[in-house]
């Protein structure tokens, strides 16, 4: 008997002795049936299972290939699942040049990519591609695919001046409103998101075993950095009356499940639009806006930046001085001028007589 071998392919007899062929790689199998062992039919199909995954394939010296690498490596790996994700997904809209040569790519063609972005995603998702490239630039910098980083002093577009903050901070009525209008199985979200300024995702999956003796210690899922609150009064006593269930998460909705992001933004934008109809409240309030009132707050009790960064669960203080921007300073320098006055007034009986 002839003996067929094909490069990249598993050819063997199965239990039931009848010939079988997969592409190694992918598993894609050669229907016998069709295109007979050993047949010209059967070469020719091999040949095109070869080409379709060649094909796919990035190419060297190119920036899908970088892509692949980076993708293979702990720098990626290591990332929280919600940045891998958030990097991916620029990755799969920068597929269509994938196979542009990393020679070609220099600081014009970085910002037509980020302006072809911002044009058609908006200017924060044009900006993100534009870091993601160059963090990935940088990577390959250090491992030798690039001889320099092409994004390097390219600054991200400016948001145009007048434009409403997209997550503004709730005012105190708006909270209370709220508070005492939202239905039962959405108090305790909401009352994660309002008393301890965790985002919508990492409120919604928060497991019950993260709370403990009135105590909350989790980790965001974006950044990894740990977070920290002993639950305030208000916040302890929404929990205390959460309607009892059986899912893992502290959190769940109407049929005592764990609440999806999309299921709870849906039942959010239905609340949002009965208040609108029952003339209790504007609109304009998100679900992000209440981690940037609790930086406000926080920022008006005259709390610094570095342990407002630690209460958000932010690495750096200054994504902390973002999001308390719109912090009520009067109060605070009314007392900072009241006691700089005073210092004043002590420093005019210290005048140091010339030639004394």
Not at 49 to 77: C, D, M, Q, W
Request: net charge positive.
């Amino acid at each position: 008997m002839t003996l067929v071998r094909v490069k990249g392919f598993k050819i063997f007899d199965d239990r039931h002795g009848r010939k079988r062929c997969y592409h190694r790689r992918t598993g894609l199998a050669v229907d016998l049936v069709k295109c007979p062992f050993g047949s010209a039919e059967f070469i020719a199909e091999c040949a095109r299972i070869a080409a379709l995954v060649s094909a796919t394939e990035p190419k060297p010296g190119t920036l899908g290939l970088l892509i692949e690498r980076y993708r293979a490596n702990a720098a990626f790996l290591d990332l929280a699942p919600r940045t891998r994700a958030d990097y991916q997904s620029v990755f799969d809209y920068l597929k269509p040049i994938a196979d542009t040569p990393l020679i070609r790519f220099d600081r014009p063609l970085v910002v037509r990519i980020r302006d072809k972005a911002a044009a058609t995603k908006g200017r924060r998702q044009g900006n993100y591609v534009k870091a993601v490239l160059s963090l990935l630039f940088n990577w390959g910098c250090e491992r030798g695919y690039v001889a320099s980083n092409p994004a390097t002093g390219i600054k991200g577009i400016r948001r145009k001046r007048g434009l409403p903050d997209a997550n503004p901070p709730w005012s105190d009525e708006a909270r209370h409103i709220v508070m005492d209008r939202l239905p039962a199985h959405m108090r305790a979200p909401i009352g994660l998101m309002m008393f301890t300024g965790l985002g919508p995702r990492d409120a919604l999956s928060l497991p019950k075993s993260f709370y403990r003796d009135g105590e909350i210690a989790t980790r965001r899922s974006k950044t990894g950095e740990p977070v920290f609150w002993q639950c305030p009064t208000d916040l302890a006593a929404v929990l205390a009356s959460a309607p009892k269930h059986d899912a893992i998460t502290l959190c769940a909705n109407s049929r005592g499940r764990p609440w999806t992001e999309s299921g709870f933004n849906s039942s959010w934008q239905k609340f949002q639009r009965q208040l609108r109809r029952d003339g209790v409240l504007g609109g304009g309030l998100t679900l992000y806006g209440l981690r940037h009132t609790v930086a406000v707050i926080l920022r008006e009790m005259g709390y610094d930046e570095r342990t407002i960064a630690d209460a958000l669960g932010q690495a750096e203080p200054k994504m902390a001085l973002h999001y308390a921007k719109l912090a009520d300073l009067k109060p605070k320098m009314r007392g900072v001028v009241a006691s700089f006055d005073v210092e004043l007034n002590k420093r005019k009986t210290k005048t140091v007589k010339p030639g004394s």
